[in-house]
């Protein structure tokens, strides 16, 4: 059994699957699809597309807020993760980005320069909501998606 480090250190995306740990086969994934792309969505597959997208909006929702991911981060992806939350599962979790999607601006402006107080508040409701795992712990789901779609590894 190899450790999460030595997967992490080979670069072989196909060794993930020999780490027991779904914790450290999520962790060594995203470290994984992070050097293989430098944060670059275009340069993967479908399939890591839609396991780096939910990882990277899963990080801005616990360090952050959801709000970075779609205004700062990956703008140009915001409806895609919400079709990639829905392909590992996470469909309670697409609502919640969905819904955040709904209150930003249609002009790209910045969602605090036109902001209503509600909408603020909304917006960190539906933070909250999607910070709370809704779909049950992400790191499962990322790990029966990638292995329901291993040859893309």
């Known amino acids: 059994m190899s450790t999460m480090d030595e997967v992490i250190k080979s670069g072989d995306l196909s060794k993930l699957f020999s ?3 779904t914790v450290d086969f999520s962790i060594a994934l995203m470290e994984m699809l992070s050097a293989k792309c430098d944060y670059d969505p275009e340069l993967l597959n479908p399939t890591q597309r839609i396991l780096f997208l939910c990882i990277q909006i899963e990080n801005s929702g616990q360090a952050d807020t959801i709000l970075n991911f779609l205004q700062e ?5 915001s409806q895609e993760v919400v079709e990639a939350l829905k392909a590992i599962g996470a469909t309670k979790s697409a609502y919640y980005i969905q819904e955040a999607i709904g209150l930003l601006p249609t002009n790209g402006e910045s969602f605090f320069d036109h902001a209503t107080e ?3 508040q909304r917006m960190m409701q539906l933070d909250s909501q999607f910070s709370d795992y809704p779909d049950g712990p992400m790191p499962e789901l990322y790990r029966s ?3 329901a779609h291993r040859e893309d590894f």
């Not at 981060?73 to 992806?77: E, G, K, L, R, S």
């Open 145 to 147: 998606f990638a292995v």
């Open 118 to 120: 509600a909408t603020q």
């Open 73 to 77: 981060d990956y703008p140009a992806y």
């Open 19 to 21: 780490l027991s740990d």
